[in-house]
């Protein structure tokens, strides 16, 4: 329903280049990116407020790249919220109605409606600057939704949003795209991707560089810097080798991991997600496909219960449940086993970020 | 640092002084004034009329100017272009001439010879000794107040209201009325008494264009310099009052809009 071909803008130092992404029908499209990553920018160039250097934009098989701001009919909602501070809960929200020249009492029963869905309905009256982040939150998205939108542009919705509110939020945005409408919202928080993308792009650098499901892009990640997104800190520059019929990756501290049957470059990265490697106190009965000796390093609390730092030959984190870690009765300095299967180690193409 | 500290003291004692030598001449006025000399003033008719011209031709100077000049300062605030500096400095021009100077150059440009003299003579006006000559002058000296506090106003709204307006449906024209010029109303305000007050004050530029009909910093000099200083004071006294009168109530009446604000979110 909406494609971008080949975008590119130059905005001061920063550029987007060649960005090419398809949203489909009903899709809730996570685009991920750190701050600085363009992902603001490819918004505003889809909702029409800046005009791209180069490239398309369809909506709909129409090309919409140049066309008025007004009749695009795209909504956003900013990051900021972009509330008019002049104008009531109630004139901000009707604001789009009274352009429209609809008559007071369609304007009036149309605001108390969605006002009431967005449980804001006891805010109309009032102005805006003392409304909570979640309160001015729901204002915006109010205002936008009432112009009924082709498609609803989301800029870091959740950003600041009170914790405890997030959830709330979460429920109305996925409500929305059950019902419909196609959603694309920007973030840099992965697990509001996780939670919410029926699809997700990875942006950096002013360049989409993955896009996929949430499985494909966490579970595969296509390079360092989206591996990083997805909590995963172990990454080893490796040469790669053949040993008979078995791959080995070796790295420069000679590091041998064993990996799974494949086809793989001369060198590049392997990542091993560190909920994927199992510590014990003794050397291993059965030996999985990667077992080493190390020492503990550090340990530290984490979501899963303790994060442990091994040293065997590289440093490994590793996330140990807390029943587990209590199991262990290990402490920094001990001697222990790491093991992981050799399917564990994640290639990422071509190696490099 | 301690309250009583002498940097303190230096402070306060400077501080003074500068209010002091501003109100010590207007206090000193005020004083040598007395009550049926100024009332006596209030009664006479030439005085009365020329304070009523000042007043109503600097109104309406700045009224039409800010036809002008608001979206001239939206523009200024919003859009890049090239010699926009040379613009600016071009605005900022009539404040740092010499204000006869300027007279000089107004009449030029009113004159039966001059571009709008012979415009204003083609439908039989004469704008020199005119109340509209009068009021070019006043808003040649004081339109840069009105368009850099405009400006300033405009600067400070956030430009992604205006652009989440549009991304609502609105027509540029509406979001202008809608969003940026509310937001900036304070500031064009404030620009809109400065302009009026330096309109109304301004002697230099407009004795040039016109000594008749008197505004009245044009009587005051008038009476001082026929009469001398007694003669003139009861009419700058009243002058004063009647300036500062004004300029209280357009003041009260900028504030007022936010007040209002404030008091509806408090019932609410």
Redesign the interface.
């Known amino acids: 329903m909406l494609k971008l071909e080949n975008i590119s803008k130059k905005l001061g130092d920063f550029t987007l280049s060649g960005i090419s992404m398809e949203i489909r029908e009903g899709e809730y499209y996570v685009l991920l990116g750190r701050s600085g990553s363009g992902k603001t920018q490819l918004l505003e160039l889809i909702a029409g407020l800046n005009d791209p250097d180069s490239g398309k934009i369809w909506l709909d098989d129409e090309d919409i790249t140049f066309k008025k701001i007004q009749s695009r009919n795209i909504g956003l909602v900013f990051q900021d919220y972009a509330i008019f501070p002049n104008l009531t809960v109630f004139g901000n929200i009707a604001y789009s109605l009274h352009c429209r020249k609809n008559d007071k009492s369609t304007i009036k029963n149309e605001v108390t409606s969605i006002a009431k869905e967005l449980n804001i309905g006891h805010l109309l009256t009032r102005f805006t600057h003392n409304l909570s982040g979640g309160e001015l939150q729901r204002v915006a998205l109010a205002r936008t939704l009432i112009t009924s939108p082709r498609l609803l542009l989301l800029d870091e919705p959740l950003a600041s949003i009170d914790a405890s509110l997030k959830d709330d939020i979460k429920k109305t945005f996925r409500q929305l795209n059950k019902k419909g409408l196609t959603i694309i919202h920007v973030t840099h928080d992965y697990s509001e991707a996780v939670s919410l993308a029926t699809r997700i792009g990875v942006i950096h650098n002013g360049r989409v560089i993955q896009e996929g499901s949430p499985d494909d892009v966490f579970g595969k990640p296509a390079n360092k810097f989206v591996a990083r997104y997805a909590g995963i800190r172990n990454f080893f520059r490796v040469r790669f080798s053949k040993e008979g019929l078995l791959w080995k990756a070796l790295s420069d501290t000679k590091l041998a991991l064993n990996l799974p049957e494949g086809n793989y470059p001369d060198e590049g990265l392997v990542i091993i997600r560190s909920n994927a490697i199992i510590v014990a106190g003794e050397e291993p009965q059965q030996k999985a496909g990667n077992c080493f000796k190390g020492v503990v390093k550090d340990i530290s609390p984490c979501e899963q219960g303790m994060e442990l730092l091994v040293e065997a030959a590289e440093l490994f984190y590793i996330e140990v449940p807390m029943n587990d870690f209590k199991k262990l009765q290990i402490t920094e300095t001990s001697d222990v086993w790491i093991s992981f299967p050799s399917e564990a180690c994640i290639v990422l193409n071509g190696g490099s970020v | 640092m301690s309250r009583n500290s002498p940097f303190n003291w230096i402070l306060l004692i400077l501080s003074s002084l500068v209010l002091l030598f501003i109100l010590a001449p207007l206090a000193g006025m005020f004083l040598h004034t007395g009550g049926s000399e100024l009332l006596e003033t209030v009664n006479d008719e030439e005085v009365r009329a020329s304070i009523w011209l000042t007043i109503w031709v600097a109104f309406a100077a700045t009224f039409f100017f800010a036809i002008g000049a608001i979206p001239l300062a939206w523009l200024l605030a919003r859009k890049e272009f090239p010699m926009k500096n040379v613009v600016l400095g071009i605005i900022d021009l009539p404040v740092v001439l010499p204000h006869t100077a300027a007279g000089i150059a107004v009449l030029g440009f009113i004159s039966r010879d001059g571009l709008l003299g012979k415009a204003a003579n083609s439908v039989g006006l004469t704008l020199i000794n005119n109340p509209g000559g009068i009021a070019l002058a006043m808003a040649f000296v004081s339109i840069p107040f009105l368009i850099n506090a405009a400006r300033d106003g405009f600067t400070a709204v956030?430009e992604?209201?205006e652009?989440?307006?549009?991304?609502?449906?609105?027509?540029r024209t509406?979001v202008f009325f809608?969003?940026s010029l509310?937001?900036a109303w304070r500031s064009i305000m404030t620009g809109f008494v400065m302009m009026f007050a330096r309109g109304m004050s301004e002697f230099g530029a407009v004795v040039i264009v016109a000594y008749h009909p008197m505004v009245a910093p044009v009587l005051i000099y008038e009476r001082f310099s026929s009469f001398g200083l007694k003669y003139a004071r009861p009419a700058a006294v009243l002058f004063i009052i009647i300036a500062l009168a004004v300029f209280i109530l357009l003041r009260l009446i900028s504030v007022r809009k936010k007040e209002t604000?404030i008091l509806?979110?408090a019932e609410?």
């Open positions: 956030p992604r209201l652009k989440a307006a549009l991304s609502l449906g609105a027509s509406r809608t969003i509310p937001l604000h509806l979110d609410a």
